[in-house]
């Protein structure tokens, strides 16, 4: 019966955690129920991924994004309001703490109606600016929809991003992604935790309706400067996801036909691009953990003295080494996927070091591969430790974008050689000239006492006297 009731309860986690790695209740802050059918579709794959969906108005008074200072929620949706504001239980102060909870946060935005000010100032928080107006949106003459938008050019065709080769991709893939009334967002230089997902061509443009469009002066950004969708991982690997068209996944866009300017018809990808994106927001895809994380000797050249405090070969986790030992580093690291996590792979053009410092790096070295498990990676050197003594530290710092952070630090003592572990003389072949030295001076002050005994002087038998 109690492993019957053991099952029962491993299965009911199962179904409690769903399939994002930090848990699957997820909010959705929208003003008008009405509009919940235009995304039902969206909605649909929310629920058939695991996620258990809760739909809010921003009105709602008793709404609470945290109880008793923990999460209420794990992942938050909010999709842009009719109104001036979000309310007050979703002002810029309140979702920061709720990303600084490790919580994840989906924005979505719209050309069709104005920006909130608590949103304006929220993304300014996190360096992200939008056109002062808070009406504008982006346009291009050369990559538009010639069936839904022949005259306004609002509604842009823009292939799937790809990422660098030393990335993992997690956004890309064949089709083309229809992005209609955009709000462009300018991403400041200043911030390492902000990456776009997907910007906007050469030719795209922010543009304000309610001005002529023949006589467009002095844009807001223009070209590749526009990101349409924008990331933001926080310190705490928390995610934020900014997206310039709530309109993209809206039923009619998730698999609409389009046609460029140029170019044959041909069906949208918005929905398996939104899917890639709610994957990547809520934590179902590139997260790595830490698991073990070992180093210790490994090799010892004398036999250990009765006084030495360093361990034995082969203990795990010592305190404290002596300088110049041969110590093995290792690090365990697990990537979750989807469903389950799996050993991660790291691109060859990147690589996962290790630092072995004091103020600063006496060695950075390259972990390699040693063992791969069903869910995780060994990476593991050896190195010789440098000749100077203090507390170090094991650093593993591993920060790419879309990825989570690994941060491993482990401090250690090095101190120098103890009184009795220093080489004895013969064995340093230096020393070897002050040595023959010594025996040479020995042997010559043996060999010159025997020689003055030998050669005493005969005395005369009879008077006692010396014979000259």
């Not at 094991?394 to 003592?413: A, G, H, Q, S």
């Not at 005994?453 to 009879?462: I, R, T, V």
Request: with cysteine; hydrophobic share 40%.
């Amino acid at each position: 019966m109690r492993w019957l009731l053991s099952l029962l309860f491993i299965f009911c986690s199962s179904l409690v955690y769903g399939l994002s790695s930090s848990g699957n209740r997820l909010l959705v802050v929208i003003e008008e129920a009405a509009e919940q059918e235009k995304y039902s579709q969206f909605w649909s794959d929310l629920r058939e991924r695991g996620f258990s969906l809760s739909f809010e108005s921003p009105k709602n008074e008793k709404l609470a994004l945290l109880k008793h200072d923990e999460l209420a929620f794990d992942h938050l949706i909010l999709l842009p309001p009719k109104s001036k504001g979000l309310g007050p239980a979703l002002t810029p102060k309140l979702l920061l703490d709720f990303v600084n909870k490790n919580g994840n946060i989906l924005l979505a935005l719209s050309g069709d109606s104005p920006t909130p000010t608590a949103i304006s100032s929220l993304l300014l928080e996190l360096d992200i600016q939008l056109p002062p107006d808070r009406t504008s949106l982006v346009v291009d003459h050369f990559n538009y929809d010639t069936i839904s938008a022949s005259e306004k050019h609002d509604v842009l065709l823009l292939p799937r991003p790809s990422t660098r080769s030393d990335l993992r991709h997690f956004f890309s893939g064949d089709g083309t992604i229809a992005f209609p009334r955009a709000v462009a967002q300018e991403l400041g230089n200043s911030s390492p935790l902000l990456a776009p997902i997907l910007q906007a061509d050469n030719t795209a443009y922010s543009y304000n309706p309610k001005e002529e469009p023949n006589t467009v002066e002095d844009p807001f950004a223009t070209g590749s400067q526009i990101a349409l969708v924008t990331a933001m991982q926080a310190r705490n690997s928390a995610r934020f996801t900014v997206l310039g068209s709530v309109e993209a996944l809206e039923n009619v866009w998730f698999d609409a036909s389009v046609q460029g300017v140029h170019g044959p018809k041909s069906r949208t990808a918005n929905r398996e691009f939104a899917r890639q994106l709610t994957e990547w927001t809520f934590m179902e895809t590139g997260v790595l953990k830490v698991g073990r994380v070992e180093h210790h000797l490994s090799s010892i050249e004398q036999e250990k003295a009765a006084n030495d405090s360093v361990t034995d070969l082969g203990y795990l986790n010592p305190k404290i080494y002596r300088v110049k030992n041969d110590v093995t580093f290792t690090v365990e690291l697990s990537e979750y996927t989807h469903t389950h996590w799996s050993p991660p792979t790291i691109p060859a053009s990147d690589a996962l070091q290790l630092e072995f410092s004091m103020l600063s790096p006496f060695h950075r070295l390259a972990l390699l591969p040693v063992q791969v498990t069903p869910n995780s990676t060994f990476y593991s050197t050896t190195f010789t430790l440098p000749d100077q003594h203090g507390i170090f530290a094991f650093k593993v710092n591993y920060k790419r974008p879309f990825m989570t952070n690994v941060d491993v630090k482990r401090e250690v003592t090095v101190r120098h050689f103890a009184h009795d572990e220093w080489p004895r003389s013969w064995m340093i072949s230096g020393g070897w000239v002050w040595i023959a030295g010594i025996w040479v001076t020995i042997a010559g002050w043996v060999a010159f006492v025997a020689i003055w005994l030998w050669s005493e002087p005969a005395y005369e038998a009879a008077r006692g006297k010396k014979i000259q």
